[in-house]
């Protein structure tokens, strides 16, 4: 059995750039003449990017796509698959496959203690200074996980389906997914899945989801950067 804190996100592949914004978007003015766009740098074109961002003119920022593959604890996953508008998902299976004994522990920088005015819309934490709570909280995790994955086997040694066998696994257990998505549904994730004090709609994320989030965001600033910057100068909000 072993345990991690790790939360892998890989790209896989990637299409287009900052030139299919604009090609896409100057389609509806240039028709055909828009085609050679695809084919140019779009070296000069921040001022359109950022019009269209500002303006949420969104469809042109969906004529690329990154692929990533991501591993992940389930718990990511429950958040992850809300997103459903410009992804697609192909999960590791627990119906066709045994999965493995590997369980996600929280790292000593994670903020996890509740503070005094503490609200479920905006739930704010601090970190734990205590080592003796840190220690008591992985004890408990790996406790539940070593019971719960031994529960796991004894099911699948009885033969039964392993759709069954599987469901007294806690959220702790990593799963692997081919994730696909656009620029466009990607900023939408962006906006949601990380804190950012200065965006205009502040959102407060699970802290693992805004782990793999923030890996995603430096490939979309590193393939996509004229439009990751004009995400960020208007506020992180998804055009």
């Not at 978007?25 to 990017?49: C, F, N, P, R």
């Not at 970190?127 to 003796?132: G, I, T, V």
Request: with cysteine.
């Amino acid at each position: 059995m072993q345990f991690t804190s790790d939360i892998k996100v890989n790209l896989i592949q990637k299409m287009g750039g900052d030139h299919m914004v604009v090609a896409a978007a100057k389609v509806s003015t240039d028709g055909e003449a828009a085609e050679k766009m695809a084919y140019e740098s779009a070296e000069g074109k921040a001022g359109l990017i950022n019009y269209l961002m500002n303006h949420r003119h969104g469809t042109p920022f969906e004529h690329s796509a990154l692929t990533f593959f991501v591993h992940a604890p389930i718990l990511v996953w429950r958040e992850w698959h809300r997103h459903r508008v410009g992804f697609s998902y192909n999960e590791e299976s627990g119906r066709y496959k045994k999965l493995e004994p590997l369980f996600y522990l929280p790292d000593r920088e994670r903020l996890m203690m509740k503070i005094e005015d503490w609200k479920p819309g905006r739930p704010k934490f601090t970190r734990c200074e205590s080592d003796s709570v840190f220690e008591q909280l992985c004890s408990n995790l790996k406790q539940a996980y070593e019971l719960s994955y031994a529960m796991y086997e004894a099911n699948l040694a009885l033969k039964i389906d392993p759709g069954l066998a599987r469901d007294c696994l806690p959220v702790g257990i990593y799963s692997g997914c081919w994730v696909t998505c656009n620029p466009r549904s990607l900023m939408a994730f962006l906006s949601l899945r990380t804190h950012e004090p200065d965006a205009t709609q502040i959102s407060y994320p699970l802290w693992e989801i805004e782990v793999a989030a923030r890996i995603c965001e430096q490939i979309l600033e590193s393939g996509w950067p004229i439009t990751y910057k004009a995400f960020v100068n208007n506020g992180r909000v998804g055009p």
